[in-house]
């Protein structure tokens, strides 16, 4: 693929991007085009593929091919559409109840599967389109139109999901920090296979603050540690702290004995920073925390295609139609 | 010693057995063979509902029925001529159907006191009185495999599974049969497992010559080639291998690839099976997570420019719904195969139907048209799965095509289509940004195809309503009327490229049967008979389209003085028929007992409808 530049106007659609005054879909948006300008794709070979809900708009504010879908159902289409054309660069949004309720079984298989395709889960903790019902994130006790004396689900730890499922690139981040959903975007379309990204966003109207104890800049600073290849686990102001995993244990260490990050590795270190989610006494964690290189789905299928038409040569229909078996009449 | 042969112009031979017993093999070896003799034939194999039911049970009792003739024929047969017994459940579940006097052949080595005990029968129907009025041929087929295979390495369980084979032999010499391409399938089948060879080549001799020398038979049969068969090239087809082929064809008559994506379902997964050995032809076959995942994808591969396809059978279709309204409103070719079976719910997997017309048709929120056709045979089910495509990528829609379980699993010889007479129908993938608007329409009223990877063209498309022309999302009242009635249209302005069906029989008469799907063959030959022997005034109009309907139907229902609609629903097509001919009045006939209708059936109805009886 020729190295191609694009900027984040060549990105935009001439369509009126619709969502609440203060929604967090608005930084995510400029963040993506920002990304996406950089991926060195030309515009024709990128499809946004969602399903219903606030988030799945999104095609329709992108200047590239995009598709609509239907809900919880974008994984099955964009894994159709992948796997039938490799050269496309295709991305899925979504949301935490499209992704994770209706959609869960396509979800985890297409992650299972390794299908080259971008992922990226926008989790406000409820159901936006439909006007404030708890959704498979909302912690428990949530009070929601659905659930006036707070809800008794226990929800889905998307990371966790994602990992179980065998995604090969599992990262988060939040609507917060533009950059860093830059560059989240930027390694996820760099990584050869699936990538599942949770992306933390704020809806304003319907479960407002949802995530503001740790996604404000001071928050972040000290209740959240960013996962990053090489780097050392460190967080804090002046990441003066540091996290060790020793013994399936996670301490807070001095910055200079932090472990370094490696998500790479096979050991399950990412399940345990997932698992920070339910500590109050420790940084909840963004950034990268799995990355595995294994063949994805659609280069099997078109490798399988491509090896037998190659041995057999190209199929020939008469051949297949007029079989050995066949006899002739008059 | 020579014993006589007599010609036999038809004959029904019904093969059952314990699941075990390997009567689908048999049967198809039979049927294989008889192809290439130059009989016609139809088969239909009754499979039993439960996949491990007690061995010597009823529930388990497997069977293949075979009809093959010196003329030309439509069904697998009403009543066996002939019925091979392997064990008493087998028997006891089979022997009313035989005709009288017909010849019942059991396998007494399986109808000791524990087989009789499994099959729950007090006493053994070969000794008291059952099979009175039959020809009885009872053989300790256990016994004479067993004397057969003397001295081979097999253990005795194994040498016990090539009974089936003996059965075949004796039936080959019973209906003068050659075994050379039994012999020959066997060594290409077993190549690796040269005993298992021998032993069946051995077993298939040993019942061969017992005919000659057991004197069992009073005499042996011929049945003669088929004289005045259109010429051609012929092979044996069933239904789901001839869905699949029709597939590749007409993927390739469009200038396209096929991706099927597709979820395992009882009847049609064979489809899955056959295209997913066929990757030489760029076919990409998905088994997904679920019949939604399996349309999903096949939706999002037609958007990136193939031929996206999804197979099913009626409850998957159910789940299916919403994405083809998806498919719908996006206006993308798809091709989606309902293999019928029957019951709501998880019903009769095994057994055949035709209910699935009114949720093909109406199955989906709001006005959702879309074109519905349906195989009639084994062999049309070919031109049908072309015809599908064609309509696909000619009008941007989605297509049911409509098969069973009669069709799927029964064969036929198939006449081959000469190549270069296969029509052609290049799908036009748009590429030049001049003028370029998502919904624009030709001539058919199909929006034009962009795919993702052409420069310039980058559109969006989805489920939300489209403003017409340029695909962008609008909720405004007008357009919505506008695109609905676009969508209502271009459905119907299919009936511009599909001719109006020819009736069979006299241009007019007393009755005019119309039938749709696998009831073709009964019909026809019901029809067909009536005619012949008594002069009946009646016709019979097939429908290959169910949706929308052929131009010229009011004119030729306006000939007959009634109509009859028989089908294997509670009242499908005679209800849409009503709904859009209401001039006509359309007398239902139906039959829901997970069997297709013989032609005595559609005989008896029409004797008695002219008759003022019903
Ligand atoms: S409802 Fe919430 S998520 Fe949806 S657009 Fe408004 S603020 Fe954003």
Redesign the interface.
Known sequence: MSAVQLTPKDLK?D?EVRWCPGCGDYAILNATQAALAEIGV????M?I??G?GCSSRF??Y?????????HG?AA??????????P??SVWVVTGDGDAMSIGG??LI?TMRRNVDLKILMFNNQIYGLTKGQYSPTSPAGLKTKTSPFGSVDLPFNPINLALGSGATFVARTVDTNPKHIKSTLLAAAAHKGVAFVEIWQNCVIFNDGAWKDWSTKDARAERTIDLQPGQPLVYGKDNEKGLRISGGEVEVVAAADADVWDPTTAAPLAYVMAYLDEREDLPHALGIFRQHDKPTYDAA?KE??D???A?????D??K????K?????? | MSIAVTRQDDVVIRFAGDSGDGMQITGNQFTDTTALVGNDLATFPDFPAEIRAPAGTRAGVSGFQIRFSSTDIYTAGDIPDVLVAMNAAALIVNYKDVAPGGIIIANTGNFTERDLQKAKLATNPLEDGTLDGYRVIAIDINARVTEALAGSPLTSKDVLRCKNFYVLGLMYWLYSRPLEPTLEWLAAKFAKKQDLADANRTALRAGYNSGDIHEVFQGRYEVVPVENALPGTYRNIMGNHAVALGLVAGAELAGLKLFLGSYPITPATDILQHLAELKEFGVITCQMEDEIAGICTAIGASYAGMLGCTTTSGPGLALKTEAIGLAIMTELPLVIVDVQRAGPSTGLPTKVEQADLLQSLFGRNSDAPLPIIACATPADAFDCAVEACRIAVQYMTPVILLSDNYIANGAEPWRLPEMDKLPHFPAAQVTDPAGYAPYARDGKLARPWAVPGTPGLEHRIGGLEKEHITGNVSHNPENHQLMSELRRDKVLGVRDTIPTPEVSGPREADLLVVGWGSTYGAIRSGTERLRRERNVSVAHLHLRHLWPLANGLDEIFARYKQILVPELNMGQLSRLLQGEYPDHRFLHYGKVKGKPFTAREIREKITAVLEGKS
């Open positions: 659609s369509q030309p515009r024709e070979k499809t593929i969602s219903i095609p329709y992108m200047g590239c091919y995009g598709f609509h879908g239907i159902r099955a289409i964009a894994t159709g559409t992948k796997t039938a054309n050269d496309l079984n396509h298989h299928v399988q295609v090896a037998l038409t041995k057999k040569g190209k199929g229909l008469k297949l139609i007029y079989t078996d066949a006899w002739q009449v008059g």
